[in-house]
């Protein structure tokens, strides 16, 4: 699943080396490979209909195990980061067996500055999943989000459990990664589609081999726990929370299994808890098509467009542009001697797909493969969707990435036979990129843990109302998405921003920003049904 975060216009996060600002995760559910919303190989959903099971809640009453978790003081100290402090907090690494060891997770928190009265923590997450909270709050939120909500909230981040600081998930060297990164995922004849599977199985193999402690415990229901347990620890009686992309299923499922516990929830680029794998990853697929058709028409209209004035060409010259990287890949002055073929080129592609704002750079790493034979544009793009920094190193972002949802849901595809199968719907929903999508959708299959979750819708009866955002041309979590999930949810309110990108709350929509800020700081959720652009 493609989970990112995306860049805030108006406040102008940190940018990246490559001049894409901070993200919020939503990862293709293919992640391209380090795929995402897939899971264990040896059960496989399917595309049918959405689910019927229900999340159920837990306990209202804590269990007496679970007390000394509760029961913490946390140690706050200086970060590296000023005006920030940093703690680690403990979480039971299985629930079911809270003697049996635990996992420590790093939280940072940037205090209420004033002045108002303080209205308590309000927790961020970014999505992924596998982006850190911790760098999202240090980087972005601490020092982005409005006054008013900086002033009368203490701003709060945790990385769950497999994520950054977090006793992460690791996988592959950079070197290593490198390699699988530039594995070909649209295979051509069987010798290819084996290079793919191997490559694929290595990727799995490596991370149970790395991680086989924590493996079986980073599924989206044990951070959503963990997240009560941080709430505690802090002393608030109910959850505030603004959660982006897969964070919008980290913010319901802690809906659905603490609905009494709820405070100010704001879900933005939802998911649909309710899908299989495998229809996620088709109508994400059918959400980046929507997305590159809106970048294609404003491409037409430019002079610099380097895919031509029509918009119903450039699809057709961008996968001409794919074929022949597929055979002959560019240079591009990497240090490191990568040179860019189709596997780099289509990250860097749906890389700019998450914000409009990049489709001026995207013009231009364009131009430059297309006209001076130089992938180093595209490449940029690539490694910023990948985390990966000018020495080669890689945030374990994709490594956390498979890890939590080849847990969460169970494999799209169990066989290459079964993507063979469903190439002709991937392809239909997006000809430049459903192939690509449809394969590395794959990934799961090898994984080396069962999957511990399936399907099920969210209802949380009995919440405070909360409020769930969506984007009518969000490439990463399509728009019905928002809707369903908001029908899902008994007291949910749903938030339309009319518009292109990946999620919209700080994209520079006031309408959407009042409408949030408003029900963060006083409570009132905005009207049913309302839309902004």
């Known amino acids: 699943m493609h989970i990112r975060s995306c860049p805030r216009r108006p406040r102008k996060p940190r940018r990246t080396r490559t001049g894409l600002a901070l993200r919020v995760l939503a990862l293709p559910l293919a992640a391209l490979l380090a795929v995402s919303a897939c899971s264990s190989g040896h059960s496989t959903s399917t595309a049918g209909p959405a689910a019927r099971a229900e999340l159920a809640a837990l306990p209202k009453v804590t269990p007496s195990a679970l007390a000394p978790y509760y029961g913490q003081k946390p140690a706050w100290h200086s970060c590296d980061v000023p005006d920030f402090q940093c703690a680690t907090i403990k979480a039971p690494l299985d629930y079911a067996h809270p003697d049996g060891g635990d996992v420590r997770l790093a939280v940072s928190r940037k205090k209420a500055t004033g002045p108002g009265k303080r209205l308590g923590s309000l927790l961020v997450n970014p999505g992924g999943p596998g982006a850190s909270a911790v760098g999202y709050l240090q980087s972005y939120v601490g020092i982005g989000y409005p006054a008013g909500i900086r002033a009368r909230y203490d701003l709060v981040a945790v ?4 994520v950054a600081r977090s006793e992460p998930v690791q996988c592959l060297d950079g070197h290593r990664m490198d390699v699988y990164t530039q594995i070909d995922t649209t295979p051509d004849d069987r010798r290819e589609t084996d290079a793919l599977v191997e490559a694929q199985k290595g990727f799995a193999e490596a991370c149970g081999a790395h991680a086989a402690r924590l493996l079986r415990h980073v599924s989206t229901v044990e951070a959503a726990r963990d997240m009560d347990i941080v709430r505690a620890v802090l002393g608030d009686r109910r959850l505030t929370y603004v959660g982006a992309s897969y964070g919008t299923m980290l913010g319901a499922t802690y809906a659905g299994l603490f609905p009494d516990r709820v405070g100010r929830l704001v879900l933005d680029g939802a998911l649909d808890p309710s899908l299989s794998a495998r229809r996620m990853n088709l109508e994400q697929t059918e959400g ?10 404003d491409c037409a209209r430019r002079r610099d467009c380097p895919l031509g004035r029509r918009q119903s060409a450039i699809g057709p010259r961008l996968e001409a542009l794919f074929r ?20 780099l080129a289509t990250t860097g592609v749906i890389a700019a797909m998450y914000d409009e704002t990049s489709w001026e750079q995207l013009r231009s790493a364009l131009t430059a493969a297309i006209d001076d034979k130089d992938g180093a544009g595209l490449l940029a793009l690539s490694d910023s969707y990948y985390q990966r920094d000018p020495d080669g190193r890689y945030a374990n972002l994709m490594s956390a990435n498979a890890a939590v949802n080849c847990l969460d849901l169970p494999a799209s595809f169990a066989t290459p036979e079964q993507v063979e199968q469903s190439l002709p719907s991937f392809e239909k929903a997006s ?4 192939e690509g999508l449809a394969w590395t959708s794959l990934n799961c299959a090898y994984w080396p843990v069962e999957p511990t979750g399936r399907p099920h819708r969210i209802t949380a009866k009995g919440a405070a109302p909360i409020v769930v955002v969506g984007t009518t041309r969000d490439p990463a979590t399509p728009y019905r998405w928002a809707r369903s999930l908001a029908g899902q949810l008994s007291s949910a309110r749903l938030l339309t921003y009319v518009g292109d990108g990946h999620t919209a709350y700080g994209r520079g929509s006031r309408c959407i920003d009042s409408a949030i800020d408003t029900y963060l700081l006083h409570g009132t959720p905005p009207a049913p049904k309302k839309r902004c652009s």
């Open 159 to 162: 990385d769950p459990r497999g």
């Open 288 to 297: 980046f098509e929507t997305a590159f058709q809106s970048f294609a028409k």
């Open 324 to 343: 022949a990287l597929d055979s002959h890949p560019l240079p591009t002055g990497d240090p490191d001697g990568r040179r860019l073929g189709e596997a």
């Open 431 to 434: 000809p430049v990129f459903g």
